[in-house]
């Protein structure tokens, strides 16, 4: 049986540009879902996007490092930088404060249910969240997270766990393989969730392409999508425009979200034209 694979986009609000990108691919046939940034500055923009294409499945990307926050900060202060107003902005910040038991879990789940809900007040079905710079590989996050998704009718979540398959593919740097080797010691935690046990929030059985963060280009995105094995996987990318807009944004992803758009449009169509090729889903087809 051939695989199913979501195309998924991440960063969807965060650029006039990054919207219009994902709006061009997923009207183009080679994206069928992209996270929304309730904090993004091009918020508005992303959701007026979202209403006129339906068959585009938008889920929620919870930002908890680096941005503004969606709820009051006094109402959260263990999730924000010393300036008491805006979130840590180096996700190396946030993870020792959360293993090191300084971020309240009442603080994760409030400032997440506060950008859930300002989508679903927009009018957004959210099919399912995420997070910003995978911050749920820690099961300090999951749980809020999955508490959220349970309680406000949203059936998915992702798995931020890529396969094994991807690994001996070796894409991406030897640093960053081994960061995700390391955080690979969580998954058994994120499995063990009774709302992922249960099937109560539906997820994949990996993500794929987040070792290529940063280099994901037409090879590397053939490859992925040829060697996929049967299952369910969402490949998570980041295309957009890099332009005057996306450089008053703080992001380490700048001309290669041009180069994933790139591959985008020439490897997806090849590879569907290939016989037995992947079915392409959103979350709301799990």
């Keep these: 049986m051939a695989p199913r694979i979501i195309l998924n986009a991440d960063d969807f609000g965060l650029t006039p540009g990054v919207n219009r990108t994902i709006e061009h691919l997923h009207q183009a046939g080679v994206l069928t879902s992209a996270t929304l940034m309730a904090n993004g500055d091009s918020v508005e923009d992303a959701v007026r996007i979202a209403h006129a294409n339906p068959g585009l499945g ?59 809900r300002k989508l679903q007040q927009a009018g957004i079905n959210v099919t399912h969240l995420d997070t910003h710079k995978h911050t749920h590989l820690f099961p300090q996050v999951t749980r809020p997270l999955l508490r959220i998704a349970a309680a406000n009718s949203i059936r998915a979540i992702r798995n931020p766990f890529e396969p094994q398959w991807t690994r001996r593919l070796n894409h991406g740097s030897t640093v960053r393989r081994l960061q995700m080797l390391l955080l690979d010691q969580f998954r058994s935690a994120f499995e063990a969730q009774p709302q992922v046990r249960g099937s109560v929030v539906l997820t994949t059985d990996g993500s794929i392409g987040v070792s290529a963060t940063g280099e994901l280009d037409a090879a590397s995105l053939a490859q992925i999508m040829t060697a996929a094995p049967e299952g369910t996987w969402e490949l998570v990318c980041h295309p957009g425009a890099n332009d005057a807009d996306l450089d008053r944004i703080t992001t380490r992803l700048r001309a290669h979200r041009e180069i994933e758009r790139d591959a985008l449009l020439t490897v997806v169509p090849e590879i569907l034209s290939h016989p037995n090729p992947p079915q392409l889903i959103n979350y709301s087809d799990l």
């Design 58 to 116: 938008v889920g929620c990307h919870i930002v908890l490092t680096d941005g503004t926050p969606v709820s009051p900060p006094k109402s959260i202060p263990t999730l924000l930088h010393s300036d008491g107003r805006q979130l840590r902005p180096k996700l190396v910040d946030f993870v020792r404060d959360l293993l090191l038991g300084r971020i309240s879990p009442a603080d994760i789940e409030r400032e997440a249910l506060a950008q859930v």
